[in-house]
């Protein structure tokens, strides 16, 4: 069966046993809804299974996350066992599917759902219900609009900051080719473009590989007090190892992060799900109100896969509430598009507002003012801790002396060590709007944080790109800006006839105004975590910026960050790389 979502590059992948060479697929069939399509759902596995498999997909070099499970995950008495007698062991699948439903009774829980959905509506009860939802081979842009989804479906990506995306299928790039794109005189242009940013990309990498270690040499390198000489001490050859091949990997991690701006929002990922029904049903109506092909054939797709494992739960997508629903986003959606156009049409747009505070990439846009943010924050963290009625701990914040403030901002501050030691919830009582100006590959880290109320604007090459500087230090710069603009010209072509297409010539290079509004206590751990040293460097000034406006504007309050990162690093993925290899290392 051919892949819809890209049906030039998708071919059904065999799982195959390594040392026989053998189709091995069979074996797959109590464990997925199928072992040949790019779409399909986890099943009959423990969760810790589950969980271990699905957290490969950021990292596996494999193509297809079946493919690991059969090699690291499936028991070696069943390989073995398969390579002895298959038939023998197909009839004990057989009977594995029929002893499920022999011990369970499926029809009475499906019975239930369809009972107190007719009856009640109630849609609560699709949170109850959860599953593994598997995609290969779908567009950045796709994966970006899935992630939109903030609650009921946590999903984990093919990272483009640790795995190099430049292999070939059938001598072709991994990039999603729009049909009506392929239809169109654009098609050649587009093509054209997609080729030169990954052959730039291809090329640039180990350019890029070789500069960073010369900055930072394998003798000379040190992270936090350990370098080679230190391990070499030991005489421990395994600390050697460790070191060198740790530092090897930075310098490949670090290459990757500066070069993957020349990536295009149509370069294919993996990704996984792990949510449950309410969550689904929300990205599903998303998928299928798209004008994308790409989108709206995912979502097809994922609501057949999604049907052969929690089929009940997913009512009010294809059926005629789901009509009316689908009705209602895309005719809001385009209503509301028209009067906004009508307004700038009006009113123009020349005047400009001015932020609160600006850096290089984030810009204050709201806050709360300092004396109400002050009073919120303490009046909450007094009825919290002290168990008084809000309207008493309200009048004791407002009495209290700057003095008092500072002493118990330093009682939460002083214990804190990591950034698993959150703030406490009181802290989620003051408000900040920033708005990030970043490039895509950037924004799409930002965007993974889900305490917060973001809004994410079409894609778009208008407000230009950000070439990094380690690639104006190698003498680049015209190398990497050709290709960017290529795609730039390619977004402007598809535009007037073919807008949402469009998006798939966006690199990650392109800067998008990302606008977010959060809280106090979820700032920090914004901040807190993508200014640590093993972030990408624009992320980490990003998120410093974050707290130095929070500063500006509720400077009492921005003492409890206090584990922002304000260091500076070189290689700066080698410390958690080197202390996750001395884990392993501890493990064995």
């Not at 992630?147 to 072709?172: M, T």
């Not at 936090?224 to 070499?232: F, H, K, N, Q, V």
């Not at 092909?293 to 789901?322: A, C, M, N, Q, W």
Request: charged share 30%.
């Amino acid at each position: 069966m051919s892949h819809e979502l890209s049906p030039n590059l998708w071919q059904p992948q065999k799982i195959v046993d390594k040392e026989t060479g053998s189709d091995v697929s069979i074996l797959l069939k109590p464990f997925f809804t199928n072992s040949d399509r790019p779409v399909f759902v986890m099943r009959n596995l423990p969760p810790l299974t589950e969980g271990a498999l699905f957290s490969r997909f950021s990292r596996a070099e494999a193509p297809d996350i079946r493919q690991v499970f059969y090699d690291e995950f499936l028991s070696q008495e069943v390989k073995a066992d398969f390579r002895k007698d298959p038939g023998k062991v197909e009839e004990e699948i057989n009977d594995f599917m029929r002893l499920q439903s022999y011990f369970v009774n499926e029809a009475r829980a499906k019975s239930f759902y369809r009972r107190v959905l007719a009856e009640y509506g109630d849609d609560s009860i699709g949170y109850m219900t959860s599953a593994h939802l598997a995609m290969l081979h779908i567009s950045s842009r796709a994966s970006f609009e899935t992630s939109e989804q903030r609650i009921g479906a946590d999903p984990i990506v093919k990272s483009s900051r640790f795995l190099v995306l430049d292999k070939k299928i059938n001598g072709k790039y991994q990039y999603y080719r729009d049909p009506q794109i392929m239809q169109s005189r654009f098609a050649d242009q587009f093509i054209n473009a997609m080729d030169l940013l990954f052959d730039t990309y291809s090329r640039m990498l180990p350019e890029m590989i070789k500069f960073l270690k010369e900055k930072v040499p394998l003798h000379d390198f040190r992270s936090r007090g350990i370098s080679l000489a230190d391990a070499e001490k030991t005489r421990d050859q395994s600390k050697v190892t460790s070191f060198v091949e740790t530092y090897e990997n930075s310098a490949r991690s670090a290459a990757l992060d500066v070069i993957r701006g020349l990536l295009p929002s149509a370069v294919l990922l993996n990704k996984g799900f792990s949510g449950n029904a309410g969550g689904y049903k929300s990205i599903l109506l998303r998928l299928l109100t798209s004008q994308l092909y790409e989108f709206r054939t995912l979502g097809r797709e994922s609501k057949s896969e999604l049907d052969l494992s929690i089929p009940e739960v997913l009512p009010g997508i294809d059926d005629e509430h789901g009509i009316v629903h689908q009705k209602y986003l895309k005719e809001t959606k385009n209503a509301l598009r028209i009067k906004i156009r009508e307004a700038f049409n009006r009113y123009g747009s020349d005047e400009t507002a001015k932020p609160l505070w600006q850096g290089r990439y984030v810009s204050l846009i709201d806050v709360d003012d300092n004396e109400r943010a002050e009073l919120n924050v303490f009046s909450a963290l007094i009825a919290d801790e002290y168990q008084v009625d809000t309207f008493v701990a309200r009048n004791l914040a407002a009495k209290l002396t700057q003095e008092k403030k500072e002493e118990m901002i330093n009682e939460v501050t002083s214990r804190r060590t990591n950034r698993r030691h959150k703030l406490q919830r009181g802290f989620e009582n003051a408000h900040y709007t920033f708005q990030f100006m970043m490039p895509l590959g950037e924004l799409r880290d930002l965007h993974r944080h889900k305490m917060q109320t973001r809004s994410m604007p079409p894609l778009t090459v208008k407000n230009g790109f950000d070439v990094p500087e380690e690639v104006v230090a190698i003498g680049a710069k015209k190398e990497y800006s050709e290709p960017v603009k290529g795609a730039e010209e390619v977004y402007w072509a598809l535009f007037d006839t073919l807008p949402a297409q469009a998006d798939y010539a966006v690199t990650f290079a392109h800067k998008l105004p990302y606008r977010t509004t959060v809280n106090l206590r979820a700032t920090d751990v914004i901040a807190t975590l993508r200014s640590s040293s093993d972030n990408n460097p624009r992320n980490r000034v990003a998120a410093q910026e974050m707290h130095q406006a929070v500063s500006y504007a509720t400077p009492t309050l921005a003492k409890a960050m206090n584990l922002v990162d304000f260091n500076e690093y070189e290689l700066g993925r080698f410390w958690s790389l080197y202390r996750s290899e001395e884990k392993k290392s501890k493990l064995q």
